[in-house]
């Protein structure tokens, strides 16, 4: 979508690093909320509705963005989404299952000893309920996963991963199948 008043490109929701890099020197906006999918919004700048750019159709632009859902969300209520969506979790994977996470290491105080990998691995898989299991459906993300994410002690990796899939919702949460990692690194303590 553009702005026929300020003659710039408006982009929406979560954006890469070229698209921020256009955004940062001015030469695109950053709207907020994406507008439904087939619906123009309007500048964030000016708010002059916007205008489809050459190549966008009217219905149905927007259809091939998966729907961005926090990990809550599924958890919550994951009888209410089913088909694609994009996200980010932190994902951990213990003796070959991928479960996606919202929370890491506990912080010591007081001088305390830090929680081993092992039992930090152990203690967010008994947590992570109702549980979203992360399956990868096709080899690339799944590679990508490998050598990116971060080998725990004992055999366990992790990474925080922006993904897109197909949610399934089942008995005690559901399963996202990756099919794609648009942003991953590797956590810190």
Known sequence: MQCPACRKKVVFGSIQAEAWAKVNAGDWLMGGRPPKSGVLGDCPA???????????????ALADVPARVHLSALRESSQAWRGRVAMRALVIELDGVC???????????????????????????????????????????????????????????????????????????????????TSIWPPRD
């Not at 992360?134 to 922006?162: D, I, K, M, N, Q």
């Open 46 to 60: 000016c708010g002059v509705r916007l205008e489809w750019e050459e190549g966008e159709e009217r219905e149905g």
């Open 99 to 181: 479960i996606a996470s919202d929370s890491w290491r506990n912080r010591p105080r007081g001088g305390a000893e830090a929680e081993a990998d092992a039992a930090m691995v152990q203690r967010l898989f008994r947590e992570q309920v109702p549980r979203i299991v992360v399956a990868w459906a096709l080899p690339e993300p799944e590679l990508r996963f490998r050598e990116t994410s971060r080998a725990l002690e004992g055999g366990s990796r992790a990474a925080w991963v922006e993904m897109e899939g197909a949610f399934e919702p089942g008995e005690g949460g559901g399963v996202v199948s990756a099919s794609a990692i």
